[in-house]
């Protein structure tokens, strides 16, 4: 079941939203100071293309630079980015089909608004069934 979800999330919305993470990605990382926040883009883009069977956890040693951050972070384009999220995912839930869509544009939402902080695991993973990650 995953992987038709998945495979109609890449063709419903993912690539684009990959494409758009990955060039926001390069942007952020021209300059050093963006690098950070270039590289959280990166992990976005990966979790974007395929986000079936895999969830977002805190990590569990994440500090007051996470914090900073994030605040930077949605000062800069969190806001702007959680609601282009929410306006992809009601749209997905237009249809009768597009709802697990959408369903899935709503579980990005913690990532997106605040990625410092968060790791993406495989939803099977023990770290995915007890909502936090131990040292990565």
Do not use: H
Not at 42 to 69: Q, T
Not at 95 to 111: D, E, S, Y
């Amino acid at each position: 079941m995953r992987l038709i979800g998945n495979v109609l999330w890449l063709i419903f919305a993912g690539w684009g939203l990959f494409l758009g993470w990955l060039v926001a990605g390069a942007l952020l990382c021209i300059t050093i100071i963006g690098i950070p926040f270039g590289v959280q883009a990166f992990k976005i883009a990966a979790y974007v293309i395929w986000p079936f069977g895999r969830s977002v956890v805190l990590r569990e040693d994440a500090g007051a630079a996470s914090v900073i951050g994030n605040v930077l972070w949605i000062v800069l384009a969190g806001w702007w980015l959680a609601l282009l999220t929410i306006v992809a995912g009601l749209l997905l839930c237009i249809t009768i089909i597009g709802i697990p869509l959408g369903l899935a544009a709503f579980k990005m939402l913690p990532v997106v608004f605040a990625p410092f902080g968060r790791v993406i695991v495989d939803a099977d993973s023990p770290d995915a069934a007890m909502g936090i990650a131990i040292g990565r």
